[in-house]
């Protein structure tokens, strides 16, 4: 039985777009930009701005591919990008000190955002606190939580793309969690009653926004957006 074409691996990808290659970036765009995204939703709580922040990282990315010297996987490289285009856009806002709280509407894309218009309305409540919780903690301590707490990556791996030791992510995330724990102390009964709900084993709709007119591609050829 004959065996399929190769598949290129991500260093291979990335190697081929730094020589030149017009197809190899976009390949690695399409493998990973679902868990990028989902990454850059959850931590901005907003989609606009995590739309932007991720067309940032991905300009980024494609203008710096000959920088890249394997010292971390390619998957690990574009998460910290991206985790750092999400910081830089959080401490802008909190520079302006105009920074919007996410919309009601948008609060439920943060945690569960496949329950928007079905859930209960207890639930939609409990997520806005919680979003609302969220937004109080430092950058840096809101990113840990959200890589580990949130998207489930070992605190090792967290520690990779924040590029950041292994203690410290912890330290950040112990910090956060007593941060939090004043916040969503009254909501405690509440989510108990949950825990056995089918809802709360779901996996969150990381789904992408439709690309906009112009492409990250075709916006890093002209050179235009973002910076590294």
């Not at 765009?29 to 679902?34: C, P």
């Not at 995204?37 to 931590?43: D, E, G, Q, S």
């Not at 793309?161 to 004043?182: E, M």
């Not at 050829?221 to 910076?227: I, T």
Request: glycine share 6%.
């Amino acid at each position: 039985m004959p065996e399929g074409p190769a598949v290129d691996s991500d260093d291979e990808l990335l190697a081929r777009h730094a020589a030149g290659d017009p197809d190899a970036f976009s390949e690695l765009v399409r493998r990973h930009r679902d868990r990028l995204w989902a990454v850059a939703l959850r931590t901005l709580g907003d989609r606009e701005e995590a739309a932007d922040a991720l067309q940032d990282a991905l300009v980024s990315a494609y203008r710096a591919a000959g920088t890249f010297r394997g010292q971390a996987a390619v998957t690990t490289w574009l998460h910290r990008i991206t985790v750092n285009a999400c910081l830089d856009r959080i401490r802008r806002a909190n520079s302006r000190k105009t920074a919007p709280m996410p919309e009601p509407e948008r609060l439920e894309d943060l945690l569960e955002p496949h329950e928007s218009a079905a859930a209960p309305a207890e639930r939609q409540d409990l997520r806005r606190e919680l979003r609302t919780a969220l937004d109080e903690l430092p950058a840096e301590q809101r990113a840990a939580l959200v890589l580990v707490d949130m998207q489930g990556y070992p605190v090792a791996e967290a520690a990779r793309i924040l590029d950041t030791p292994v203690g410290t992510i912890k330290s950040r995330c112990a910090r956060g969690r007593a941060r939090l724990l004043p916040l969503l102390r009254h909501l405690r009964p509440r989510a108990s009653e949950d825990e056995g709900s089918p809802e709360r084993n779901q996996s969150p709709d990381t789904s992408v926004p439709p690309p906009r007119k112009t492409g990250d591609t075709r916006r890093a050829r002209r050179g235009g957006g973002g910076s590294s």
